[in-house]
């Protein structure tokens, strides 16, 4: 029984040495595979891609276009910057005139015309057209 054994576990270690040396036979091909694919990614994306020719006195029309549609919206920004701001002067001068000094004065005053006008709207309309106007 002991020949018997000793038979078995020489049989069981023998098994396990072929099955080491399977997974090490397969963990080398699986890193040389990993190897090979890491090497194509980096090949591939060192690779100079081509790019359409794009004609450059075309381009520059298309920028100097981009930039006159730019200015023309700037443009139109800096006047409706400035009839706000001219707006807000205008009233600003009124309610001061009109005895107004802090915020919550001009605010109350503001409010009281508004209410005074509220069953109108062409009233307040006009309120504030007068102003744009002068």
Do not use: W
Request: cysteine-free; glycine content about 2%.
């Amino acid at each position: 029984m002991a020949k018997q054994k000793q038979k078995e576990k020489k049989k069981k270690e023998k098994e396990r040495e072929k099955h080491a040396k399977v997974l090490k036979k397969r963990e080398q091909l699986r890193s040389k595979k990993k190897y090979d694919r890491m090497i194509d990614k980096d090949v591939d994306s060192s690779r100079d891609k081509l790019r359409p020719y794009v004609n450059p006195e075309k381009n520059a029309r298309k920028v100097q276009a981009a930039i006159e549609h730019n200015l023309e919206i700037l443009k139109q920004l800096e006047e409706t910057h400035e009839a706000e701001h001219s707006f807000r002067a205008k009233l600003n001068e009124q309610l001061e005139s009109e005895g107004a000094t802090t915020l919550s004065d001009k605010l109350a005053l503001i409010g009281k015309k508004v209410n005074e006008m509220a069953d109108d709207n062409a009233k307040i309309e006009n309120y504030v057209d007068n102003f744009k106007e002068a």
